[in-house]
T-cell receptor, first 115, second 114 residues
Framework: AQSVTQLDSHVSVSEGTPVLLRCNYS??????LFWYVQHPNKGLQLLLK??????LVKGINGFEAEFKKSETSFHLTKPSAHMSDAAEYFC?????????????FGAGTRLAVHP | GAVVSQHPSRVICKSGTSVKIECRSL??????MFWYRQFPKQSLMLMAT?????????EQGVEKDKFLINHASLTLSTLTVTSAHPEDSSFYIC??????????FGQGTRLTVV
């Protein structure tokens, strides 16, 4: 069975400081992994995706994530937070690498950015 | 990226009435669309998988007679909430995908049943 655990429900950082949003996954197969961002009352925007290519994935808005198979982790990072980064972030797993099927969502992490 | 348009973005309806939500893929053919429900401050819960030209596959616990899904073309899927009640109030989001492409999400529909 596949599952996703986002280790922090809330993360609060100061503007200009690094961001770390943690995600662990469980999958019987080589999964595809995604990070999506959701601003209030909006749909989801893809930040980045891992599909069995390079383990360090760069996304939009300065975000990146590293796939670590030994740790079954896919943590999202950004060197310097901006006020506009405040949103809900979802780590998502799709069971089959290279195929995009049913998505399994983590519970979400709400990122707050303070001046 | 591809564009998925969801309409309406907000709807308020009276208890007992039905509401239809549309999900359109504007610039690609989506053989598969997904419908999610999101409660306040919670994650997305998959309700059903909609395949063009065939019956939708519902997740466990989702009433198929209450949440009617139609995927009549490669660019349009609809979700109809029948005989809506206040507990159906929620944020509904669709996503569309073609095989071997990522999923693209609509903007979501905020349904309020009064």
């Amino acid at each position: 069975a596949q599952s996703v655990t986002q280790l922090d429900s809330h993360v609060s950082v100061s503007e200009g400081t690094p961001v770390l949003l943690r995600c662990n996954y469980s999958s019987s197969y080589s999964p595809s992994l995604f990070w999506y961002v959701q601003h209030p009352n909006k749909g989801l925007q893809l930040l980045l995706k891992y599909t069995s290519a390079a383990t360090l994935v760069k996304g939009i808005n300065g975000f990146e994530a590293e796939f670590k198979k030994s740790e079954t982790s896919f943590h999202l990072t950004k060197p310097s937070a901006h006020m506009s980064d405040a949103a809900e972030y979802f780590c998502v797993v799709s069971p089959f690498s290279g195929g995009y099927n049913k998505l399994i969502f983590g519970a979400g992490t709400r990122l707050a950015v303070h001046p | 990226g591809a564009v998925v348009s969801q309409h309406p973005s907000r709807v308020i309806c009276k208890s007992g009435t039905s509401v239809k939500i549309e999900c359109r893929s504007l610039d690609f053919q989506a053989t598969t669309m997904f419908w999610y429900r999101q409660f306040p401050k919670q994650s997305l819960m998959l309700m059903a998988t909609s395949n063009e030209g065939s019956k939708a596959t519902y997740e466990q616990g989702v009433e198929k007679d209450k949440f009617l899904i139609n995927h009549a073309s490669l660019t349009l899927s609809t979700l109809t909430v029948t005989s809506a009640h206040p507990e159906d109030s929620s944020f509904y989001i669709c996503s569309a995908q073609h095989p071997n492409t990522e999923a693209f999400f609509g903007q979501g529909t905020r349904l309020t049943v009064v």
